[in-house]
């Protein structure tokens, strides 16, 4: 009860630092900006992995947010909005880069394994061996499309029907990516390590410390 009293609130108070921000209120904007910076800075680092990026993206989104906080109507979530400029911004960056590009509304025809969450035992031995660093340098190489659904679900724990919102694409455009980013993952770790580098843990266990899935949003 404590808990969503304190959603409740925190979704109150930010309403009305929208709507003060929205009428030129300086001080309520810095307010959001204090609010939402260290999620956003999370984000940026997590789709760069680089911190010189992350902190320039981060203040690139804030000033986005400055100028079109005027736009939000209150049909999503804020965090949801607020997010969803995030990840554009990050993805106009790496689309300058020249990186590879993922279409994130490309029908999938393809004949792969359907989306779930089991995974095998080498998967298991596999995911639990690979520290944040390797990881890090795995997510870095997945082309835009995947690297964003692959943080905003597996890290920042969204949903798929709240991910195809921010990134406006189907649910199931959401999955597959999902998927391609897990198979592309899996493919560059074994990649990386040798077989007897392998121990036994659970599916994901690098990404545990990281995550922020029980975050409030």
């Not at 109150?12 to 800075?41: C, N, P, T, W």
């Not at 198979?183 to 990649?191: G, S």
Request: proline share 3%; charged share 30%.
């Amino acid at each position: 009860m404590s808990s969503e009293k304190n959603v409740t609130t925190k979704a109150a108070s930010d309403s009305q630092l929208i709507a003060r921000a929205q009428s030129g209120d300086e001080q309520a904007f810095a307010a959001l900006f204090e609010a939402h910076k260290r999620r956003v800075y999370s984000l940026c680092l997590r789709m760069t992995g680089n911190v010189a990026e992350a902190e320039d993206l981060t203040q690139e989104a804030f000033l986005q947010l400055f100028r079109k906080i005027g736009t939000f109507r209150g049909e999503s979530a804020f965090s949801t909005w607020l997010h969803r400029l995030v990840v554009n911004v990050v993805l106009m960056h790496l689309r300058k880069k020249g990186l590879q590009q993922v279409s994130l509304d490309e029908t999938d025809t393809s004949l792969e394994e359907p989306v779930k969450r089991d995974y095998g035992d080498e998967d298991r031995r596999l995911i639990g061996s690979i520290d944040r660093i390797t990881l890090a340098r795995a997510i870095g190489k997945l082309p835009p499309g995947y690297r964003a659904v692959f943080v905003l679900h597996d890290m920042e724990g969204y949903e798929h029907n709240e991910i195809a919102g921010i990134l406006n694409c189907s649910v199931g455009n959401s999955k597959s990516q999902l998927h391609k980013a897990r198979m592309k993952l899996r493919e560059a770790l074994r990649e990386s390590r040798a077989p007897g580098d392998l121990a036994e843990g659970p599916p994901g266990a690098a990404l545990a410390e990281t995550s922020s899935h029980h975050e409030e949003r």
